[in-house]
C-alpha cells in the first residue's frame, strides 16, 4: 500500500520534503497566475500534483499532505474562475490541454478542478461533466491515493451536484417559483437522480478501495492496516453524508434506488470493517422515517453481514433512534403501526440469535436490552411485549445451558441494563409483578446479582414513594425482593459480614414504613403479615427488619389511641398490638440473639403504653419494664453497656406515672439490685447513685402527679454507695466517687430532702479532704480539687436557703430534668 514503514520521524521528514516542494511550486503557480500565464501555472500545478503520487507516507501524513495541496488547488480554482467567467469558452482548451499530462495523479486532480470550474461557468453539461470525471477516476486503482482522489472529486463538485425535482414539470414548477433575477435550472443541468448515480457510483469504488487495502502487504501488518483503514473511514462515510443532505432526496427514492444500491454494496464486500462501519453511517445519517418505511429490507440485510460483525451494536442504534422518534415524533398515530415496528424488531433478534449460534451471551442480553427498552418506553400498557422479551431471554438462556451469572461480569453487566430498565421507567415496582418472566430471568443471577437487582427495587420504591396499601401490594413486593429477605441458595457463607449486607437490610428497614394501609386494622393486619415474612429472613436479618416493625406498631397504637370512642373492641386492639411487639421483640432475643437493641424497644414500649390509657396499660408497662430488666441481668455482659441500659432504665421509670405503687416498687427495687450487681464498684457507686433519683422524683398511679420524695429510701441507697466506695482501693478513682458522692448529696439537700443531715455531708468532706492528700501530682487530681471546691461552695449557699425557708419561704420543687437521651432516641 505504501512502501516505506518508517517511525514517525522518517515520516516526518517524508513529509517535509513533499510540502516544501508543494509550497515552492505553488508560489511558482500563483505568480504565473497573476502574469496571466495560465498554461504555466498548470504546468507548476502539475509539479505540485506529482507529490501527490508518493508511495512513502502513511494515511496518517498522506492526508497532511492531500489537505495542503488541496488547499493550493482551491486557489488555482477561484483564480479560473475569476478569469474565464466572463469568456468561459476558453476553458474547452484548457480542458483538453490538461488530458496530457503524463502522469494520471496530478492529471486527474486538476481535471477535477477544471471540471468544477466548468460547472460552475455554466458551460457544458453537468450531468455529463460528472459522469465523465466518475468514470476518469477509475484509473487510479491505488487504494490509498484513489481513497484521496475520490474525496477530492466529492468536494470538489459538493455545491454544484444537481438537487432538483426529477421530472420536468418539476422542474418547471421549481423556477416558476424563483424570484426574478435568480438564474433558472436547465434541463441539461441534471437532476437529483443524476446525484444519486454519481454519489453511488463514487462511494461503490471507494468502497472498493476502501476495502482492499486490508489485502495488500504481509500478513504480520494486518493489525496495523486495520488501524490505517479505520483511520480513512471517513472518507468512504461522506458520500453517505452527501446523499442525506440531498433535499429532493425522496422516501420513494431511499426506498427504490438509494438504500438497495448501498446495502448490495455493504453486503457483497464481504469485509468486516466496512460492512460494520457502513451499516452504522447508514443507520445515523438517513431520517427516522427512511428507515421506518424499509425497516425489514435493511434487518435482511443485517442477517447477511460477515459472522465476524458486531451486528448487535447495529441493532441496538436502530432500535434505539426508532424508539426515540416514534415515541416523540407520532405519539398520536394508531397502535398497530408501533406494534409493528416491536413485532418486526424482535422478530428479527430472534433469527440472528439462531442464525448466529456462536454470538457472545453478553451480546445476546444486549440486544433483548434495546427490545425491552423499545417495549416499555414505546408501549407502556402493553406488559406482554416486555415479557415477551424476558421470555425470549429466558429460553436463550437455558438453551445454553447457563446457570449462574455473575454480577460483575461481561454478562451480569448487560443483565442488569436490561433489568433496570422496567425498574427505571415504570415508576412503579409493583407493576413487576404482571411480568412473570422477569423473576425467572433475575433468578439466573448469582446472589450478588440479585441483591443488586432487589436494592435497585427497593431504592425505586423509597424515591417514588411507592405505598403498600393492601396485602396484595405488600405480597409483591417481598415477592420482587426475595433475595434480601431471606437466606439463599446460592449465598456465600460470608455474605452477612459485608457492607452490602447492612446497606441492603437498611434499605429493607425503610422501605417497611412505605406500608400504610387506610385504615387502623387493615394496617396491623398487613404489619403482622410483613413480621411473620421477615421473621424468617434468618438471625443475620432480624436486627435490621424487625425494629421498623415494632416502631410502626407503636406508631399505630397511639394513631389508634385517639380512636378510642369509635370502636367497641378498642381495649383489647390496643392491647393485641402490644402483644404483637412484644412478640416481636421477643424474637430479637431469642432468634437473632440481641440484648441492648430489644431492651431499648422494651423500654420505648413501656413509655408509649404509659401514654394511652387503656385498661391493662399499667400491666403492659410492668410487663415491657420487667423483661428489660431481665435482659439486662441475663443477656448484657459489657459493664459499660451494662451501666447504659441501666440509666435507660432508670430514664423510663421516671417517665412512666400509671405504675400502681406496688408494681412501680417491685420495678424500683428490682433495678437498685440490678445497680448493686455492677461487675466493677466504682460501676456500682454510680448505678446506684442514678437510680437513687426514682425514689425521689418517680411517680405511681397513687401519688396523683406528685412527686414520691421518699428521702429515707434515698439516704439509704446513698449510704450503701458511700459504704462501696470506701472499698476501692485505688486512691484516685475513690476520690472521683467521693466527689460524685457529695454532689448527690448537696442536691438533694438543696432539694429539700429533710433526711439529708448537714453532717453526713460534713464527715463525707472530711473523708474526701484526707483522701485527696494521698494522690498524686496530676491533671486529674488538680481536677477534683477543683470540684471539690465547688461542691463545698454549693453547700454553703446551701445553708443560707435551707435557712431562710426555715424562717417562712415557701418550698418549690424544682422542675424534674429531662431523661437520658439515649431513652429519648430509642
Not at 478569469?83 to 469558452?89: G, S
Not at 457510483?201 to 492496516?225: C, D, T, Y
Not at 447513685?689 to 425514689?695: C, E, G, P, S
Not at 453532717?759 to 483522701?771: A, M, V, W
Request: hydrophobic share 40%; with cysteine.
Amino acid at each position: 500500500m505504501y512502501e516505506n514503514t518508517g517511525n514517525a520521524m522518517d515520516q516526518e521528514k517524508f513529509l517535509d520534503q513533499s510540502i516544501r516542494v508543494v509550497k515552492a511550486e505553488a508560489f511558482e503557480m500563483k505568480r504565473c497566475l497573476d502574469k496571466g500565464k495560465t498554461m504555466d501555472a498548470l504546468k507548476h500545478a502539475l509539479q505540485m500534483l506529482n507529490e501527490m503520487r508518493t508511495a512513502e507516507l502513511s494515511p496518517k501524513f498522506y492526508y497532511r499532505l492531500y489537505m495542503d495541496s488541496m488547499h493550493e488547488l482551491q486557489c488555482l480554482e477561484v483564480n479560473l474562475i475569476q478569469e474565464y467567467a466572463q469568456d468561459p469558452a476558453k476553458l474547452g482548451n484548457l480542458y483538453e490541454c490538461v488530458q496530457y499530462a503524463s502522469a494520471i495523479i496530478p492529471r486527474l486532480y486538476l481535471l477535477v478542478t477544471i471540471g468544477g470550474v466548468f460547472i460552475k461557468c455554466g458551460l457544458g453539461s453537468r450531468k455529463e461533466i460528472l459522469k465523465d470525471l466518475v468514470e476518469m477516476c477509475r484509473g487510479v486503482q491505488h487504494p490509498l491515493r484513489g481513497l484521496f482522489l475520490r474525496n477530492y472529486l466529492m468536494q470538489c463538485t459538493r455545491s454544484v451536484l444537481p438537487d432538483f425535482p426529477e421530472t420536468e414539470e418539476m422542474l418547471l414548477a421549481h423556477n416558476s417559483s424563483l424570484a426574478n433575477g435568480v438564474q433558472k435550472l436547465k434541463p441539461r443541468d441534471g437532476t437529483v437522480e443524476d446525484t444519486i448515480d454519481f454519489v453511488l457510483i463514487n462511494f461503490a469504488e471507494m468502497n472498493k478501495l476502501w476495502v482492499r487495502m486490508q489485502h495488500q502487504g504481509p500478513s504480520k501488518e494486518k493489525e496495523k492496516r486495520e488501524k490505517d483503514r479505520l483511520e480513512l473511514r471517513i472518507l468512504v462515510g461522506t458520500n453517505l453524508v452527501r446523499l442525506a443532505q440531498l433535499e429532493a432526496l425522496t422516501e420513494e427514492m431511499y426506498v427504490r434506488d438509494v438504500l438497495p444500491s448501498i446495502l448490495e454494496q455493504i453486503v457483497s464486500c464481504r469485509d468486516t470493517i466496512s460492512q460494520e462501519y457502513l451499516m452504522e453511517c447508514v443507520i445515523q445519517v438517513f431520517a427516522d422515517d427512511f428507515h421506518l418505511a424499509t425497516l425489514n429490507e435493511f434487518l435482511n440485510a443485517c442477517g447477511q453481514l460477515q459472522q465476524e460483525v458486531n451486528i448487535k451494536i447495529l441493532l441496538i442504534a436502530l432500535v434505539d433512534r426508532l424508539a426515540l422518534y416514534t415515541n416523540t415524533s407520532i405519539e398520536g398515530s394508531p397502535a398497530p403501526t408501533k406494534m409493528q415496528l416491536f413485532e418486526i424488531f424482535s422478530e428479527q433478534a430472534t433469527s440472528l440469535i439462531k442464525n448466529r449460534p456462536d454470538m457472545p451471551m453478553d451480546d445476546i442480553v444486549a440486544l433483548h436490552v434495546s427490545l425491552v427498552s423499545l417495549a416499555v418506553k414505546c408501549y407502556p400498557d402493553r406488559l406482554d411485549y416486555a415479557n415477551m422479551t424476558f421470555l425470549g431471554l429466558r429460553q436463550v438462556i437455558e438453551e445454553k445451558g447457563i446457570t449462574d451469572i455473575e454480577a460483575f461480569g461481561k454478562v451480569g453487566r448487560e443483565l442488569t441494563k436490561l433489568l433496570n430498565i422496567p425498574i427505571e421507567e415504570y415508576k412503579n415496582v409493583l407493576q413487576l409483578s404482571n411480568l412473570p418472566e422477569y423473576i425467572k430471568v433475575m433468578n439466573y443471577f448469582d446472589y450478588r446479582g440479585q441483591c443488586n437487582i432487589a436494592a435497585s427495587m427497593v431504592q425505586n420504591m423509597l424515591e417514588e414513594e411507592t405505598i403498600l396499601r393492601h396485602q396484595e401490594d405488600v405480597d409483591s413486593a417481598f415477592s420482587l425482593i426475595g433475595s434480601l429477605l431471606k437466606d439463599q441458595a446460592k449465598q456465600p457463607e460470608n455474605a452477612h459480614d459485608t457492607e452490602e449486607f447492612a446497606d441492603e437490610q437498611n434499605l429493607v428497614a425503610r422501605l417497611l414504613h412505605l406500608i400504610r394501609a387506610d385504615d387502623v386494622d387493615s394496617q396491623f393486619l398487613l404489619l403482622n403479615s410483613a413480621r411473620k415474612v421477615l421473621g424468617e429472613g434468618g438471625r443475620h436479618r432480624l436486627r435490621y427488619t424487625l425494629p421498623p416493625i415494632i416502631f410502626e406498631l407503636y406508631r399505630l397504637v397511639l394513631q389508634f389511641a385517639d380512636m378510642k370512642d369509635e370502636d367497641d373492641k378498642w381495649d383489647a386492639k390496643i392491647r393485641k398490638m402490644f402483644v404483637c411487639a412484644m412478640g416481636t421483640i421477643g424474637a430479637l432475643v431469642s432468634t437473632a440473639e440481641l440484648a441492648e437493641l430489644p431492651m431499648k424497644l422494651y423500654l420505648n414500649g413501656a413509655i408509649t403504653a404509659d401514654r394511652v390509657p387503656f385498661e391493662d396499660n399499667h400491666t403492659v408497662v410492668y410487663e415491657f419494664v420487667s423483661k428489660a430488666l431481665s435482659i439486662l441481668e441475663d443477656d448484657v455482659v459489657d459493664s459499660r453497656d451494662r451501666v447504659r441500659c441501666l440509666q435507660l432504665t432508670v430514664g423510663t421509670l421516671l417517665k412512666t406515672t400509671h405504675l400502681p405503687e406496688e408494681n412501680w416498687q417491685a420495678l424500683a427495687n428490682q433495678t437498685v439490685l440490678a445497680a448493686a450487681k455492677m461487675f466493677k464498684k466504682p460501676d456500682q457507686v454510680r448505678s446506684l447513685i442514678t437510680v437513687a433519683a426514682l425514689y425521689w422524683h418517680g411517680e405511681t398511679l397513687e401519688t396523683n402527679g406528685k412527686k414520691l420524695r421518699n428521702g429515707k429510701k434515698v439516704v439509704e441507697i446513698l449510704k450503701k454507695a458511700a459504704k462501696i466506695s470506701k472499698e476501692c482501693l485505688e486512691p484516685l478513682t475513690q476520690q472521683q466517687l467521693y466527689v460524685q458522692l457529695l454532689s448527690a448529696y448537696i442536691y438533694y439537700y438543696e432539694d429539700r430532702c429533710e433526711e439529708i443531715i448537714v453532717e453526713h455531708i460534713e464527715e463525707l468532706i472530711h473523708k474526701t479532704k484526707d483522701n485527696a492528700v494521698q494522690l498524686d501530682i496530676s491533671a486529674e487530681a488538680d481536677s477534683l480539687e477543683k470540684q471539690l471546691g465547688e461542691a463545698i461552695h454549693r453547700l454553703q449557699l446551701a445553708k443560707i436557703d435551707v435557712a431562710a425557708a426555715q424562717v417562712g419561704s415557701p418550698r418549690t420543687d424544682p422542675d424534674l430534668p429531662d431523661p437520658p437521651s439515649e431513652n429519648e432516641g430509642l
